[in-house]
């Protein structure tokens, strides 16, 4: 079984920046997709951001595509989601999670127990 450890929320203003990690054991970082979701309270978890398997290929919410960035180090088994200009409604535990094959259309298998973003406005 993977494990996931996600790091690095906290509080920021509105307009600040944030870098969240999440660090895998094992070795399927480097073949295996990557996905980072959100769940606000009250609100469905959501898709925020993906990064492909193979080529790095990467995907983005349409409420994040330009603020967010996913990149990942494979040598370090990690995957990070820089966030910049945040917005309140940003908000959210985040939580990364190991998709089943290296695209982003696979399914999540195993996920990390989160990590809570708090934009204050």
């Known amino acids: 079984q993977v494990q996931l450890v996600e790091s690095g929320g906290g509080l920021v203003q509105a307009g600040g920046s944030l870098r969240v990690s999440c660090a895998a054991s094992g070795s399927i970082l480097s073949i295996n997709a990557m996905g980072w979701y959100r769940q606000a309270p009250g609100k469905a978890r959501e898709g925020v951001s993906c990064i492909s398997g193979r080529n790095g290929g990467t995907e983005y919410a349409d409420s994040v595509r330009g603020r967010f960035t996913v990149s990942r180090d494979n040598a370090k088994n990690t995957v990070y989601l820089q966030m910049n200009a945040l917005k309140p409604e940003d908000t959210a535990v985040y939580y990364c999670?190991?998709?089943?094959?290296?695209?982003?259309?696979?399914?999540?298998?195993?996920w990390g127990q989160g990590t809570q973003v708090t934009v204050s406005s």
């Open positions: 999670a190991v998709l089943l094959g290296h695209r982003c259309v696979d399914e999540a298998d195993s």
